[in-house]
């Protein structure tokens, strides 16, 4: 299934299960990486000391797990626009490979589940991601759900 890229909102009623949305990729930038690492004092040397890194089993710099977790959810803003109302929860999340500083990651987004009754004005919108490192391999995956508005009538 192709994803479905939106320029607007994203409404609840316009969300099926198996849907692929359209997540932009993102680059995992060492000024990414060292604000990430200041903002939340996560300085472990194989995040921020490239000598020390060099000497670790991955060879060189790594992203913060949760960094890409954080950035990845943050994108959901731009994928539901104003539809989008809060994150319900984060659940399964796995790290499988490392991200590597410099990095491009690429994010596939999938709706596993779309829940609400008929008269609520929001629902929720249970997503799968799989984020991929830069040389394609698995990086990490996992689910969250999101509450999702309704379009009002004058919207769509």
């Known amino acids: 299934m192709t994803p479905v890229h939106t320029t607007g909102s994203l409404w609840l009623g316009d969300v099926r299960p198996g849907m692929r949305l359209g997540m932009p990729a993102f680059d995992c930038s060492a000024e990414l990486v060292a604000g990430y690492a200041e903002l939340l004092e996560a300085r472990h040397p194989i995040h921020v000391d490239a000598e020390f890194a060099r000497n670790t089993r991955y060879g060189r710099l790594i992203a913060h797990g949760p960094l890409v977790v954080a950035k990845v959810l943050a994108q959901l803003g ?79």
């Open 78 to 156: 731009g994928v539901f626009g104003e539809a989008l109302q809060v994150l319900l929860g984060i659940g399964g999340w796995r790290f499988y490979g490392p991200v590597f500083v410099g990095d491009r990651v690429v994010v596939e987004c999938t709706v596993l589940d779309v829940s609400a009754s008929k008269a609520a004005s929001a629902g929720a919108v249970e997503l799968e991601f799989r984020v991929l490192a830069a040389d394609g391999s698995l990086a990490q995956r996992g689910t969250a759900s999101v509450l999702v508005s309704r379009a009002s009538a004058g919207r769509a």
